[in-house]
């Protein structure tokens, strides 16, 4: 119960305002609508609090301390604080990836 409570969602107090919704719209318009780790333009962005609010509150509704995040790329940084190993991606896995997402973006390649 202990480990709960210190991830408890801190940042819930700040995503509830409107305040936040407008700092939302900014920080996607300056990250040009993109995830700042991988570049995907696809599904609803998260913004995420590079410092933590959980430790850092004075930087909640800094823009500076906030990036556009996908929901793939801000779970994995959010497990690495969390204290959970990094994923190892393997080259195979990787060109698996590379070869899914060029599908995706060109579904019927010339046989």
Same mark, same amino acid.
């Given at each position: 119960?202990?480990?709960?409570?210190?991830?408890?969602?801190?940042?819930?107090?700040?995503?509830?305002?409107?305040?936040?919704?407008?700092?939302?719209?900014?920080?996607?318009?300056?990250?040009?609508?993109? =995830?700042?780790? /991988?570049? +995907?333009?696809?599904? $609803?962005? %998260?913004?995420? *609090?590079?410092k933590p609010v959980? @430790?850092?509150?004075?930087?909640?509704?800094?823009?500076?301390?906030?990036?556009?995040? =996908?929901?793939? /790329?801000? +779970?994995k940084k959010t $497990?690495? %604080?969390?204290? *959970?190993?990094?994923?190892?991606? @393997?080259?195979?896995?990787?060109?698996?990836?590379?070869?899914?997402?060029?599908?995706?973006?060109?579904?019927n390649p010339a046989?």
């Amino acid at each position: 119960m202990g480990m709960m409570r210190d991830w408890h969602r801190h940042s819930k107090r700040v995503t509830s305002t409107k305040r936040w919704q407008v700092l939302r719209h900014i920080v996607l318009e300056r990250d040009g609508w993109a =995830c700042v780790d /991988c570049g +995907t333009r696809r599904g $609803r962005l %998260e913004i995420d *609090h590079e410092k933590p609010v959980r @430790t850092h509150p004075e930087l909640a509704f800094d823009p500076a301390n906030c990036a556009s995040r =996908c929901p793939s /790329c801000h +779970t994995k940084k959010t $497990r690495i %604080e969390c204290g *959970h190993p990094a994923p190892i991606i @393997t080259p195979e896995r990787q060109a698996w990836g590379q070869l899914v997402a060029d599908l995706a973006t060109n579904p019927n390649p010339a046989t």
